[in-house]
């Protein structure tokens, strides 16, 4: 089988969030194509409704658009055994389900009243619906399945449009179906949910932004029932508990509380002082990108208790007089021994370190203030201005003044 068309065109589906289920021969796995709701609702459901419309009504060169009376969407693509040589027979392929846009309290309600479920079965759905994907474009979703697929397939593609009138296809009457005593119709959606939650904080307490936003964007497609009629504040409340989870993913980076406590306070002021969903959105994009960036810059992981500390002091103390000796007698061991273990750890040495940390603070200074260079020297620790110079150069390739000319200009 030529699986690495079929893999690619599923990898491209996946990538807009949206399940993707090669149908097997047997037709096996079809309780999944509607992320297992009726199979976990009824005791009863067989699904040949969309079995023989598979078998009879789907044709290679159209895409079906199957609208289900759930209002889940579900596109049903037969691709011909000449696109697979040396395939012998069709596969088809199931996209979705997705819907239009999120469904209301009282439009479930209505849904449930027409299938005959009971009340107690609202919360349930309701968590169902927030875990199914809703395309920010729809039509736009639906444009990049017909090219990929016009381009894969070497067949061009037309969407046929189905209504739905009794659910995935001729559904039973509700009347005739079994519902199964307590159906926990949201449970695996929601395992799922705190899943991708949980590799996304791994990622963020390793530092690692591109695997972290990767499933920050999947986690964001999990919608979670509103607790408030007010969509700011229900967004607010989403982005302090956010705040909260990334600022404990960080502290098991083994990143100082002082540093953690510094960013999350800036990000709550923000949350709570946003007035429109743009300015959340700017600041959600942020989240990530700079508790990522905290655990890369100041995670202790690998250091010994003996390097933690040099550590730390040097970046709460870095004004003070700071010496190999210093740190040497504060820590009771040589300084040589000293010298050895911090290069071993960090692959630097430690009056490099010193001067990093200065430097990174004199970069401040030199942007918001105007305080001579001298001063500026003094307040990062530098006792001699022209010693202040010789470093940042080294490390900046300009000197303070030259750095603070081309800000300025910027």
């Known amino acids: ?40 609702l009824y005791s009863d459901y067989d699904y040949s409704g969309l079995e023989y419309l598979i078998q009879q009504g789907c044709h290679v060169g159209e895409i079906i658009k199957l609208t289900d009376d759930f209002s889940l969407i579900l596109y049903i693509i037969r691709i011909g055994r000449a696109s697979l040589s040396p395939v012998s027979r069709d596969v088809v392929i199931l996209a ?20 005959k479920l009971p009340d107690n079965l609202l919360r349930e759905l309701q968590a169902f619906y927030n875990n199914v994907p809703v395309p920010a474009d729809l039509k736009a979703f639906e444009a990049t399945i017909v090219t990929i697929a016009d381009n894969l397939f070497g067949v061009d593609h037309t969407f046929r449009p189905i209504p739905g009138e009794g659910g995935l296809s001729l559904e039973s009457a509700p009347d005739s179906l079994h519902l199964n005593e307590s159906p926990t119709i949201a449970m695996s959606s929601i395992e799922e949910r705190y899943e991708v ?58 990143v100082h509380p002082v540093y953690i406590d510094d960013l999350s306070t800036r990000f709550a ?34 250091y010994s208790q003996i390097i933690q500390r040099c550590i730390t002091y040097t970046d709460f ?65 530098f006792t001699d201005v022209n010693y202040f110079i010789k470093i940042f150069k080294r490390i900046h390739g300009v000197s303070p ?3 603070r000319s081309q800000m300025n200009k910027e």
């Open 197 to 254: 939650e949980e590799k996304m904080l791994d990622a963020i307490t390793c530092g690692n932004q591109d695997k972290a936003s990767r499933y920050y964007t999947l986690f964001k497609t999990y919608r979670i029932t509103p607790r408030t009629d007010n969509a700011l504040v229900n967004r607010k409340n989403l982005m302090i508990i956010f705040n909260t989870l990334c600022r404990k993913s960080v502290q098991k980076g083994h």
């Open 96 to 115: 979705g389900p997705v819907l239009e846009t999120p469904p209301t309290i009282t439009q479930i309600q209505r849904t449930m009243a027409r299938k």
């Open 401 to 403: 003044k030259q750095y």
């Open 1 to 40: 089988m030529n699986t690495d068309i079929l893999n690619l065109f599923s990898q491209i589906v996946q990538a807009h969030h949206v399940n993707c289920l090669q149908v097997e021969p047997d037709f096996s796995n079809l309780y999944k194509a509607d992320m297992e709701l009726r199979y976990k």
């Open 317 to 381: 103390h870095y004004a003070e007089p700071l010496t190999l000796a210093f740190f040497a007698d504060m820590c009771h061991v040589t300084k040589s021994y000293l010298s050895a273990l911090f290069k071993k750890e960090t692959g630097g040495n430690l009056t490099d370190y010193i001067h990093s940390v200065r430097i990174r603070h004199s970069l401040l200074l030199l942007n918001s203030t105007t305080l001579p260079v001298h001063v500026v020297a003094a307040g990062c620790g």
């Open 269 to 302: 002021v923000r949350i709570n002082q946003a007035r429109s969903m743009s300015e959340l959105d700017a600041i959600d994009n942020e989240m990530v990108h700079k508790y990522c960036l905290l655990v890369r810059n100041h995670s202790m992981k690998n």
